[in-house]
């Protein structure tokens, strides 16, 4: 058997890509600069593949920001308002990623968007009816002919022709359908030009075939490729599935003259009974994606060589693949110096992918259950260490039906909070952090660093708060906060008190652009010891007389920021961190807070592409779980929870379920459509749509914020609306903060005094 990989990351081991790249932004170097160093990057990358005996090695993966912007850029399609500024090819395609504001003009970046149901977020091109879509760039072949001098011969990597249209937005009145002959074209050409170029292999990306999907989407997905295939002459077309199966065009794909057909068995969870069924079409080579491009666990041997033992005797020529791109993985674990390898050795991250896709390719042409590779790989899933604690799995166990239920039911508890706090109609708050100034990172790196004692980190920390305090009490908010100084990130805070957890020192994954994250993973059941907030919360509930809000993170944000294990269920794993984070709302409570709120920025993160599967296979418990973590408290503790995002429509029921008393929400770079599916839905949740964009430094006039919320109080009412921004202020500055707050609270009054 052979191996494949899909994608490689692509942002540099140590992330030399991000800091080039950001170089070049402020411009400290030049283009050659940033291009040389892109090269290497590159040419790293594909020696390190073609090492470990990789048999498929992608090029094209490569990007200075986004594929998909890559691609549109390759096809022509750079809206006039860019092309306009008249830059250079590499300005033109960094405006269109980030903006421009300079002398040539100022221009706004397009949008982004999550890709499918990754932490990774695309560039949504723009095509308008003035757009002549065909192909123009030479990217792909730049990078063929650069690996191929370097004696690397390539697989290139595109972005399909079924997805790309369907991710593309339409700004005139042509819609995908009028595209097909012209994107059947210059994809027709592509494949021309690497047949001329000597590739034997193509690799088009679809990962929009595993969504749900129309007669009209597989009419479309056929046409563009009976038209592109009919061209192929030399060079073979691998099309390349991710994410999930192909439930609803096996058949299409199957019949289709593709040369390959790469299947995701790792979460695509009908991959296996399709082929079972269907069969696998003869002649072509099945691209098996075993290897789990998105977490950061060994791949079990034995389960995949068994899967690939299975495939062999249905007679399917089988390549051993990823199930994704390794784009969503960090680089390698060498760089991991502090972790021991008691846990390390449980781990692969890209790099160590490869080996194991070697080690792979060995075992499957012999009887691997006495080699060596194979015996230790499975004695690493014999032996876990620390990774179980029975005391948690019996919580998790007991947990019934009343444990998700709080009561006394919704509206029983809002009279009995209006009584308890007596707030003003409109009351105002913020979402938790204010502004990071440098003294307060400062502080907590001496801290980590052991610069400064643990008294000095205390007694910094309890300084600030009471600057918040006090500043929050002059501009005249009601509902207060301690402001976050001592967090980090509102995962990784979390993580770093909880058992169970591990970090990584240069596990970066790329989000997008030049933007990374470092995920914390999960390595054992997860516990509590201690309380991890109480202190600082009562300590700013000492300073004044207004309500405090305890600050949490939510446990399904904790689990879809984090890499989950492969050994339980994410169920478990939240209910697991949902019963820790519950112990913390008691101790809260217990200790005299009286309002807690819960943050779930993350919680829409892992819904599932087929909208068949969302409760079934992800809401059921992750609003259980959110459940789970207030409903011990009193009726007179009010529950708030912050979500990133007002995209929830169509998860509407689902977010009411969570049974908060109070929601709030970015909502002011969306249009405030979300206030009509409120209304249509009868939202019991009192709710806080953003009121400005804690995004931009702008401070936001009080007409404009009045006006906002005038909107607002056409579709919620009165009794129901709180006022705030859209989320933590922690990037803003503080004279900035001050103006913006002032404001909201004049508008509130405003807004008070006409409604009394
Ligand atoms: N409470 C957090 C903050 O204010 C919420 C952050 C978030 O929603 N991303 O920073
Ligand atoms: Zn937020």
């Known amino acids: 058997m052979r191996t494949s990989v899909i994608g490689y990351p692509r942002v540099g081991a140590l992330r030399e890509l991000k800091f080039a790249t950001e170089k070049y932004f402020r411009k400290e170097i030049s283009a050659d600069e940033l291009q040389s160093t892109a090269k290497d990057i590159r040419k790293s990358q594909w020696l ?29 399609i750079i809206p006039n308002r860019y092309s306009d500024l008249g830059l250079s090819a590499l300005d033109t395609y960094f405006a269109m990623a980030r903006g421009y504001q300079g002398e040539a003009g100022d221009v706004k970046a397009l949008a982004m968007k999550k890709w499918f149901n990754t932490n990774y977020h695309y560039m949504v091109p723009e095509i308008d009816d ?11 072949f730049d990078e063929f002919a650069e690996a191929k001098a370097l004696g690397v011969q390539t697989k290139p990597v595109l972005i399909g022709a079924f997805t790309f249209l369907k991710l593309l937005r339409y700004m005139g009145t042509k819609t995908a359908e009028d595209y097909t002959e012209a994107v059947i074209n210059a ?68 019949s289709l003259d593709f040369d390959g057909i790469g299947l995701d068995f790792t979460e695509g969870n009908k991959t296996f009974e399709l082929v079972t069924e269907n069969g696998f079409a003869n002649g072509k080579l099945l691209f098996a994606g075993v290897v789990n491009g998105k977490n950061i666990w060994k791949n079990n041997y034995k389960t995949t060589l068994s899967l690939l033992t299975e495939l062999k005797a249905k007679g399917i020529d089988t390549v051993i693949s990823t199930s994704c791109s390794l784009l969503h993985v960090p680089y390698t674990l060498k760089n991991e110096t502090k972790l021991p390898k008691k846990y390390t050795g449980h781990f692969a991250f890209a790099e160590e992918k490869l080996l194991e896709l070697a080690e792979l390719k060995e075992l499957s ?86 610069g400064i004692s643990v008294e000095q980190y205390v007694e910094f920390n309890r300084k600030k708060i009471s600057e918040c305090v006090e500043l929050q009490e002059e501009i005249g908010l009601d509902v207060l906060v301690h402001g976050e100084f001592e967090r980090n990130d509102m995962v990784e805070y979390f993580g770093e008190q909880l058992n169970g957890y591990l970090f990584t020192e240069k596990a970066w994954v790329q989000s997008y652009g030049t933007r990374c994250v470092k995920p914390p993973l999960i390595w054992g059941d997860i516990s509590r010891d201690k309380p991890m907030t109480v202190e600082w919360s009562l300590y700013a509930q000492s300073l004044t007389k207004k309500p405090m809000k305890g600050m949490l993170t939510g446990p399904v944000t904790i ?48 819904l599932p592409l087929r909208k068949s599967d969302w409760y079934s296979e992800y809401l059921d418990w992750a609003i259980s779980a959110f459940r789970l973590v207030h409903s011990g408290v009193k009726a007179e503790t009010q529950i708030h929870t912050h979500m990133c995002y007002s995209e929830f429509t169509d998860i509407i029921k689902a977010i009411d379920n969570m049974d908060a008393d109070v929601i709030t929400f970015e909502a002011s770079r969306s249009d405030l459509l979300i206030l009509d599916s409120l209304k249509e839905s009868d939202f019991k949740t009192e709710a806080g749509p953003g009121v400005y964009d804690i995004h931009s430094p702008r401070v936001p006039s009080v007409q404009e914020i009045k006006t906002a919320l005038d ?37 509130a009054k405003e807004l008070r005094n006409e409604n009394s």
Do not use: H
Not at 212 to 225: G, H, R, S, W
Not at 424 to 430: K, M
Not at 583 to 595: C, F, K, P, Q, S
């Open 559 to 606: 689990l879809n920021w984090s890499f989950p294990r492969e050994d339980i269920s994410l169920k478990e794993s939240a209910y697991q961190i949902a019963l820790a984070i519950r112990d913390e709302v008691l101790d809260l409570e217990a200790n005299g807070i009286r309002i807690i709120q819960v943050d779930e920025a993350a919680l829409r993160e892992k």
């Open 187 to 254: 994809y027709s050409g592509l494949l021309g030009r690497f047949g001329s170029a000597g590739a034997e292999w193509v690799q088009f990306d679809e990962p929009y075939l595993v969504y749900d999907l129309a007669e009209k989407d597989i009419a479309l997905f056929e046409k563009l490729y009976s038209g592109i295939l009919s061209s192929k002459k030399k060079v073979k077309v691998l099309l390349q599935t991710y994410f999930g199966d192909l439930r609803d065009c096996y058949g299409s794909v199957s």
């Open 130 to 140: 003035s757009i002549e879509l065909k192909l123009t760039g030479t990217k792909p």
């Open 711 to 747: 909107k607002m109080l056409e579709k919620i009412s009165p009794e129901k609306l709180w006022i705030n921004p859209d989320c933590g202020l922690k990037t803003r500055g503080i004279a900035e903060t001050t103006a913006s707050l002032k404001n909201l609270v004049e508008a």
């Open 48 to 76: 390190v593949q073609k090492v470990s005996d990789l048999d498929f090695i992608p090029s094209n993966d490569f990007s200075f920001y986004d594929n998909m912007l890559d691609t549109a850029v390759l096809f022509n």
């Open 365 to 450: 042409e012999c009887d691997y259950t006495n080699a060596g590779a194979f015996k230790v790989n499975a004695a690493l899933f014999e032996s876990r260490p620390d990774c179980f604690d029975p005391a948690v799995q019996e919580r998790v166990a007991k947990i019934n039906d009343s444990d998700f239920t709080r009561l006394p039911e919704f509206s029983a508890r809002e009279t009995v909070q209006k009584k308890e706090f007596d707030l003003p109609v409109f009351p105002t708050t913020t979402i938790g952090s204010f502004p990071q100034t440098a003294d307060v990172k400062a502080n907590r790196t001496a801290f980590r660093n052991g």
